[in-house]
Structure formats: C-alpha cells, structure tokens
C-alpha cells in the first residue's frame, strides 16, 4: 500500500526521498522511519536500539502523522499505517547567534 511523505529539506541528495511510500499493511511509522532512512545521508531521524528497532524520534526532527504531532516514543512509534496516510517530516534548524 502508498502512504505520502513530505520533507521540508531542500537538499535532496541529503534528506530521505519525498513523495509516495511503498509499505506492507499493518507496518507503522516506526517501520516507515525505517524504511524512509536507508539510504538517505540524513539517518538521524531515528534514534535506533539496534539496526531494526528504532525507540525515538531524533529532537532535530518534527513527525507528524496525518497531522497529528507524534512526540510519544516509544508508543506512537507503534502507530498503523493505513493506505492514504501523510507522514510530514520537518527539520527544525537550529539557531545561533
């Protein structure tokens, strides 16, 4: 099943691919995370326990689920995907001075 993926990262040969997202039913956002960081230069979206299981959300990144904010790790790491569902990724720049 297609779920879609947005990113406001503008480079793209750094940031994990846009788009749609091929996954298998019942896999959640944490297997999504998963899937959508292999590859991608920017791999520290997720916070791994090991190189399948992922326990957080990296705090430069914002996630959110049909638009609903998913701070709650690991709980909403667990949360189903279903056909038609948006994941928004945003990385949040960090400030200096």
Do not use: H
């Amino acid at each position: 099943m297609k779920i879609k993926v947005t990113i406001n990262v503008l480079i793209p040969e750094k940031a994990p691919q846009a788009g749609e997202l091929e996954i298998e039913q019942g896999q959640t956002l944490g297997d999504a995370l998963l899937k959508l960081s292999e590859g991608a230069d920017l791999n520290s979206i997720a916070v791994r326990k090991n190189k399948d299981e992922i326990v957080a959300i990296d705090e430069m990144w914002e996630v959110r689920v049909n638009g609903r904010a998913c701070y709650s790790f690991p709980d909403d790491l667990r949360v189903p995907l279903s056909r038609g569902d948006k994941i928004t990724l945003w990385l949040t720049p960090l400030g200096g001075g």
